[in-house]
């Protein structure tokens, strides 16, 4: 653990337990960056550290975490779920995240984020806006149940767990029946779901896991929101060339900025 590393420690409750959640945070102005990373990553990722490195640059606040069983923080990656995901980061921005704070979602934190954004939204403290990187909306359902063989959607409701190769690790990773179950209360394609904030998608024209045209797809369903998409043509699903990571930061600090003078 580092110097700058702090942890917040949640109490246990009947869903998930007590559990630790390893966090850095920059002070400075509002509206802060949060990072949100996705599925397997964890907050030293280069996109988080290039952001918060933007961030401190100009003196804004700046805040990334690590998910329960993800990187430093507490947790069996075997026995979690996306409620419990985004319960992490629910906790996270209500604690540390300040006024109207910037959610930089990338894949499944993307997803989150927008899920974040409607229950925060009802409380009455909507993020100022989202940036989300090739955002893997309901990406357990149509993304992977939706493309499994029958045998491996067998074995995961008999056996409970598949383990899938990644070509981002050396090591598979466990996709449980509690994981895709848990997805289907998620769901998010269908809703026509108003988020009332800003949203400013970067997306990769050559992304294999979160395809463009899935992105369009849920894109389409958001007619009564601000929505912006970026496309790098040649971009994978990491974005993270020099040149992608340019333009993330560019995007999310104009985005900063555009919030911090309507406040």
């Not at 925060?120 to 955002?135: M, Q, S, Y």
């Not at 074995?155 to 990644?166: A, D, F, K, L």
Request: aromatic letters at 8%.
């Amino acid at each position: 653990m580092t110097d700058t590393t702090q942890l917040l420690a949640l109490d246990a409750d009947a869903r998930f337990g007590a559990r630790q959640l390893a966090f850095v945070k920059t002070p400075g102005t509002a509206p802060a960056i949060i990072w949100m990373g996705g599925f397997r990553s964890d907050m030293t990722s280069t996109k988080a550290m290039a952001l918060e490195a933007a961030a401190r640059a100009e003196g804004r606040a700046a805040l990334r975490f690590d998910y329960s069983a993800h990187g430093e923080s507490s947790g069996d990656f075997a026995k979690a779920t996306l409620s419990q995901w985004l319960d992490d980061a629910l906790q996270m921005i209500r604690a540390h995240g300040g006024e109207r704070p910037i959610l930089v979602g990338s894949s499944m934190g993307g997803w989150l984020a927008l899920e974040a954004t409607l229950i925060l939204k009802a409380e009455g403290r909507a993020p100022g806006g989202l940036v989300l990187i090739a955002p893997a909306v309901d990406f357990t359902e149509k993304l992977m149940w939706a493309a499994f063989p029958e045998a491996i959607k067998r074995q995961i409701m008999e056996e409970g767990v598949w383990y899938r190769p990644s070509e981002y690790s050396p090591e598979p990773y466990p996709i449980t029946r509690a994981l895709i179950e848990d997805g289907r209360q998620h769901l998010l394609f269908g809703k026509n779901h108003h988020y009332g904030v800003p949203i400013h998608i970067l997306q990769g024209g050559q992304d294999p896991d979160v395809p463009l045209a899935h992105v369009q797809a849920y894109v389409a369903e958001l007619a009564q929101d601000d929505v912006r998409m970026s496309i790098i043509p040649d971009g994978n699903h990491r974005l993270s060339r020099d040149e992608d990571i340019a333009a993330l930061t560019r995007i999310t600090l104009a985005l900063a900025k555009e919030v911090e003078t309507t406040r």
